[in-house]
Each structure stands twice: as C-alpha cells, then as structure tokens.
C-alpha cells in the first residue's frame, strides 16, 4: 500500500469515527433514537409478492423489532425453498471497514452496504415489507465482489478500493461495538421467529406507507449464492 493509499484510508476512518462518536451523542441526548436516522425510502412503493434478486427492501419493523431505525436491505442472492441472501445498508454514509461497500447512490439509507452483516432471511422475515428499488446488475457483482474480498481477507479489484473502508484489526477498535449491534439486528431478522411478526403495532403501515400496487411473476431462480 502506498502512502497515498494510507491516507485515503485514514480520512475514511477519521470521516466514520466522527459519524459513529455524532450517532451516540446524539442517541444519548435525545428521546426517540429513531429519528436520528433517515428516513425510509417511499418513491417506489410496492408490497413484494416474491422478492427477487436485485430487489432494494425496506423490512417492516415487525421483522426486527430492536431495531430502531428504517432497516434496507439488498437482495444478493436466492435458493430453493425462499431463502434470500441479503445484506443491509448501514446507518452511516462512510464505510466502517473492508466489508463496506459505498454504493454510490445518494439516498441516504443506500448508501453504504454491510457486506460483512450477509444472512440468509426466511421469506416470513420479507412479510409486509416494501420493495423501494433493485440493483443493476453491475451493481450486485461490485457487492459480491466486495464481500468476496473481505471474506478472504484480500484487498477488493482496485477500482472498489476507495469505496470501502479500512480494515477491523485492533480488539479495541470501537468499530467492533457497531459490528456487534449490527449484527444482532440481522441475527434477528435471519431468526425469521413467526411469533414476532405484528408484535409491534397495530397500526398497518407504521412508516406511513400505503400497500401498492404487488409485483408480478419472480424472476427465474439465480445460482446459488457462496455460503458465508
């Protein structure tokens, strides 16, 4: 790595550092966590009668009931009998480390991926959700490509390498207390537990959604994707 390189990656984790230390004052200081963060997309509203690979998901709340936030997820990837292998989008607008990927979109809940966070999501963790837009193909492969890297400990192709961040080494890190949180989020939604769904509210559109117009036919079944 070049020196260059190496301060690249410094103005990264200085830039995420700043977001993470902000996100938790702010946390700490005000009532409703939740409207800290952006709010969910609504341009494209559409309840999913069969998610597809590509597809850009909001989970209705019911789906991760800690978590306190809109959670988007990307679908990346589907086999036999429903199971989707999808990411989430981070909280943040700066990648935390290498299994980060920066999307290049410029909404903001789309515009950071959590490639490390993947799971394979039972298709009851999908119910009531809203598809709010798809990847372009070229799209799905940078993220493939990005998780690929991280899982092999490898740096990504060199033109996705100043979309992500550096890499999670020290046990102090504090960005190893934001891969905990995340990634008991996913943990639950991956659980696709049936007896927490509509726990939440009564309410049937708690991000203030109407139900929409419903997908056609899914798409043909996409390869299997790698087993994390």
């Known amino acids: 790595m070049t020196d260059e390189e190496r301060n690249r990656m410094a103005a990264r984790l200085a830039a995420w550092l700043n977001e993470w230390r902000l996100d938790h004052m702010l946390r700490a200081t005000m009532e409703g966590p939740e409207l ?4 969910p997309l609504t341009s494209r509203r559409s309840r999913p009668t069969a998610i597809r690979v590509r597809d850009l998901v909001l989970l209705h709340p019911s789906a991760t009931p800690s978590c306190d936030r809109p959670l988007h997820v990307a679908v990346l990837g589907r086999r036999r009998g429903g199971l989707r292998w999808v990411a989430p989008f981070s909280r943040f607008s700066t990648p935390a480390s290498n299994g980060e990927w920066r999307t290049g979109r410029s909404a903001m809940p789309l515009r950071v991926l959590a490639l490390w966070n993947a799971r394979w999501i039972p298709p009851r963790t999908f119910a009531n959700g809203w598809v709010v837009g798809r990847f372009t193909e070229r799209e799905r492969r940078a993220a493939r490509e990005v ?12 033109r996705l390498r100043d979309d992500v961040g550096p890499p999670v080494v020290h046990p102090d890190d504090p960005r190893r207390l934001y891969e905990e949180e995340e990634a008991r989020i996913m943990d639950e939604a991956a659980a696709g537990d049936e007896s927490k769904l509509f726990c939440l509210s009564e309410e049937p559109f ?23």
């Open 36 to 39: 800290l963060s952006a709010p």
């Open 147 to 158: 998780w690929e890297a991280w899982r092999h400990g490898r740096p990504p192709p060199s």
């Open 206 to 228: 708690p991000y203030g959604i109407p139900d929409a117009e419903r997908l056609k036919a899914a798409e043909e079944e996409e390869p299997d994707a790698p087993r994390p």
